[in-house]
């Protein structure tokens, strides 16, 4: 049973090599209560024989489940994402632990209406890149032994869905999640996704970007903004702001038809 806390959080498997592990994701997503997975470019059939031996009674589940082409599609409109990594990061976030995070994603009460949050998973072979993880405010690692740090897809999978469920008990209150700032009206993911986008490219324009050094400075810029978790409002006033730079840009050297009307055409607005 989809418990009413828990039914906005989408767990998103990226590029999963493995029906085994698939399937076993969907077994404990019905044991803890949660119900949307997100299959980003999987390399496996998730309804195959071996999903659905895994996953036992939670079959719906996996028949449900959306197939998507990229991560910036599975997070469409959410507004928080947590990203599960084993390795060190040269990233300016702190590795939380799954039980301080988590909380985070879940609805409190009373629950209305909470926007789409997101837990993300990385291939089995290879985990989350540095670029894939600038999609996520926090990021979460499972504590293990130093000698094995990696746990199995399907094991992490159920870690992280017992503390989401853990979160919905009044025992799960030990956990005391600590939110970025503004987190209450964050403008959904894939808007910061298009704004970043918007930005690298009128900072290449400008000169303050090139193209040999633009991918580790852009990379800074998006933790900045990720961890600014501006609203949709500020979004669009720093959208603004680009297309007002664009047109600028082309009024530094106007090359009008006409000489006898050197007027410059008016700003585009917001």
Not at 119 to 128: A, S, V
Request: net charge neutral.
């Amino acid at each position: 049973m989809v418990h009413p806390r828990l039914q906005h959080i989408r767990i998103i498997l990226l590029e999963p090599a493995g029906a085994l592990n698939v399937g076993a994701a969907a077994r404990v997503m019905a044991n803890m209560g949660l119900s949307q997975l997100v299959l980003v470019k999987p390399h496996c059939d998730p309804l195959g024989e071996e999903a659905r031996r895994m996953a036992v009674h939670a079959g719906e589940i996996l028949t449900q489940a959306r197939v998507v082409p990229t991560l910036a599609v599975a997070l469409t409109d959410c507004t928080k994402a947590i990203a599960t990594t084993a390795r060190d990061r040269a990233l300016n976030t702190t590795m939380e632990l799954p039980e301080v995070a988590l909380p985070w994603l879940v609805a409190p009460e009373p629950v209305s209406a909470p926007a789409p949050a997101a837990l993300i998973f990385g291939p089995e072979d290879r985990g989350l890149s540095n670029e894939e993880l600038n999609y996520a405010q926090r990021f979460v690692r499972i504590p293990s032994d130093a000698s094995y740090t990696s746990l199995n897809l399907a094991q992490a999978i159920a870690v992280c869905c017992y503390e989401l469920a853990r979160a919905t008990t009044p025992r799960g209150a030990i956990a005391t999640p600590t939110p970025p700032p503004s987190e209450a009206a964050a403008a959904a993911l894939d808007q910061l996704a298009g704004f970043h986008q918007h930005l690298e490219a009128v900072l290449l324009k400008i000169g303050y970007l090139y193209p040999h050094t633009a991918t580790s400075r852009m990379e800074k810029l998006r933790r900045f903004f990720v961890r600014a978790a501006p609203t949709s409002q500020e979004l669009a006033m720093l959208r603004g702001i680009l297309r007002q730079t664009e047109w600028a840009l082309t009024q530094v050297n106007p090359s009008p038809t006409d000489s006898s009307d050197l007027r410059s055409p008016d700003p585009p607005q917001g």
